[in-house]
T-cell receptor
Framework: NAGVTQTPKFRILKIGQSMTLQCTQDMNHNYMYWYRQDPGMGLKLIYYSVGAGITDKGEVPNGYNVSRSTTEDFPLRLELAAPSQTSVYFC????????????????FGAGSRLTVL | AQSVTQPDIHITVSEGASLELRCNYSYGATPYLFWYVQSPGQGLQLLLKYFSGDTLVQGIKGFEAEFKRSQSSFNLRKPSVHWSDAAEYFCAVGALPATGNQFYFGTGTSLTVIP
């Protein structure tokens, strides 16, 4: 089925370790997003990409890096994990809506739960 | 600045009772409005959306929402709640694709359904 695939689903890291959260979409969409979700805080945008080779910071980019070498993949990297990065991470891509204005609907991955101890 | 407010952090309703979840937004242009639902351990699923036209929109699972421009609100309703509706609900406002950060989410409302 077409959609957004995230790996891993769960991960425990020690402080200072690094890791990459993988995100792949098979819908050939240009835009891709990384959000983090914390209790009572909703979703905050970490980074986004408007196409291969183009990325930009969102609301909470500190401590993260991204790359977009292909349309399909948008990995999120944590270089030096900190307890403040304990969260659930969601990758998403907006589908082109049928509305004339071009407004989009987000399709989300299932999420990656990260714990930093 | 764009923002979305969901004033109710947690709501408890009895199965079969009606439900209304509140959402207020602040946005400088015509908003595109969404409600998403998140079941435990899952990603977010679109319930319904408003782009233009009829201000009462129907969604999946028997949900509906009404856009009231004068009140900057987009409240979600369901006439009779089922136990399977227990989940977290997020209201969001979207922008046109020309802007990078297209979506702003509320902090969510957690719904508990009691038998």
């Amino acid at each position: 089925n077409a959609g957004v695939t995230q790996t891993p689903k769960f991960r425990i890291l020690k402080i200072g370790q690094s890791m990459t959260l993988q995100c792949t979409q098979d819908m050939n969409h240009n835009y891709m997003y990384w959000y983090r979700q914390d209790p009572g805080m909703g979703l905050k945008l970490i980074y986004y990409s408007v196409g291969a080779g183009i990325t930009d910071k969102g609301e909470v980019p500190n401590g993260y890096n991204v790359s977009r070498s292909t349309t399909e993949d948008f990995p999120l990297r944590l270089e030096l994990a900190a307890p403040s990065q304990t969260s659930v991470y969601f990758c998403a891509t907006p589908s082109k809506g049928r509305h004339l204005g071009g407004a989009n609907v987000l399709t989300f991955g299932a999420g990656s739960r990260l714990t930093v101890l | 600045a764009q923002s979305v407010t969901q004033p109710d952090i947690h709501i408890t309703v009895s199965e079969g009772a009606s439900l209304e979840l509140r959402c207020n937004y602040s946005y400088g242009a015509t908003p595109y409005l969404f409600w998403y639902v998140q079941s435990p351990g899952q990603g977010l699923q679109l319930l319904l959306k408003y782009f233009s036209g009829d201000t009462l929109v129907q969604g999946i699972k028997g949900f509906e929402a009404e856009f009231k421009r004068s009140q900057s609100s987009f409240n979600l309703r369901k006439p009779s709640v089922h136990w399977s509706d227990a989940a977290e609900y997020f209201c969001a406002v979207g922008a046109l694709p020309a802007t990078g950060n297209q979506f702003y989410f509320g902090t969510g409302t957690s719904l508990t359904v009691i038998p």
